[in-house]
Structures are given as C-alpha cells and as structure tokens.
C-alpha cells in the first residue's frame, strides 16, 4: 500500500479560500493529474475538519463525479444502482467509516460488489475516512486486500504555522484582526488540532465582538484558561 503524507489547510465551504502550499501540493497535483491517474481509486484519511471533504468536493466538481452515499446501500435500491456505476466515469464515496461502523458483512458484500463494478469499468472513484483503511477489520479478505491497494493519502494534524494560516484565514472572513505577536502566543499554548483551531477562532470572534475590543493577551488568556478549565 503506497501512503503519502500530507497537510491540508482549513477552508470554509467556499472552494476558492482553500490554500494551497507545499503541504497539501500532493492532494492537488493528484487531482489537476486526473484522468492520467496511476490507481485510478484514491482514499483520503484524517481527523474531522482537516479538509478531506473539501478535496474531494473540488475533484467531483471538476470531474462530474456522481455520489455514493449510505443510501446506494438500501436494498430496494442496490441493484438499480449498480447499474448506474457503468454510465458514469468518476465517483465519490465521503466518509465511508459512516459507512461501515455498523459493521455489517451485507454492506461489505455490497461495497466489494461496487468495488469490482467500477474496477472491470475502468473508472475512477475517490474515497474520504476519518481512519486509514488498514484499522478496518473486515470480515472479506477479498475487501481488506482492495483496500489495502489503494493509493492511500493521511492528513495529518496541523503544525504551528498551519495552525496560524487556519485563523487568520477564519478571522479575516469575520474581519477580526490579531497581531502577529498574539498569534505566536496563541497557537504556541493551544491544543494542535483543526478543531481547536476553528473552535478558538469562533471564540475570538464571540468575544471581540462582545467586549468591543480588540484582541488582546489578556483576552486570549482567558479563552485558553476557559478551554483548560
């Protein structure tokens, strides 16, 4: 199983405030390279809000992708929808740890079925989870060996400067303004993840906002006493 490690910078729904640098350059060189892929199935994983939806959402749009959700999987539906895999090129499957946490050997079943469509059509599919696909303890050999063949891609959790890039980005969007000596202060005594990034963001805005005042020391302090507390 080939990995590759990669950053993704946080953006909101809007897919032009997603930043690119060299953390992430991998993820969109593999979608700018499209349909010139080498493994034509691609499995994004990572922690909540690092960006794998995001990722995924700009190739559908490029590509026209259509959507496999938890409701290809209904049994009144599921041979219609197999019949559907061959008349459309590209594909997306978000999420799929929703997916499979029931741990149903009929949803395995289905997903091989899927898998195995799509292989013999030569077709592309792009895959997100919270989880990288080896910790999935399938039943199916046969599922665990196609997974585990897949061009795998982690996101990991941000650095200090990722983590400074995430908030400017989140305040600038609620034009709130932070100095650059608070932001070292800041990101240098918070928790490394892209929620707490997000979450601490949210709080500053609240409070600025409240307190009509600019970001302070102070104020920062009370938010990381509150967040330890």
Partial sequence: MKQNILKFHFSDNNTNLFLTSRKNIFAFKTINEWPNWKNNFIFIYGPKNCGKTHILELWRNRCNAG?????????????ENLNKLEKNKCWVLDNIDKIFKYDSKDIQVKFLNILNILTNSKCFLLITSRTSPTEYNFSLDDLSSRLNSLLVIEVKEPDEDLLKDIILKKLKLRQVVISEKNLEFLVKRMERTYNEAIRISELIDKRSLE?????????LKDILKENNS
Avoid: A, M, Q
């Fill in 211 to 219: 307190s009509h005042s600019k970001v302070s020391i102070s104020l």
């Fill in 67 to 79: 959507i496999i959700d938890y409701r290809f999987f209904d049994d009144r539906l599921f041979s």
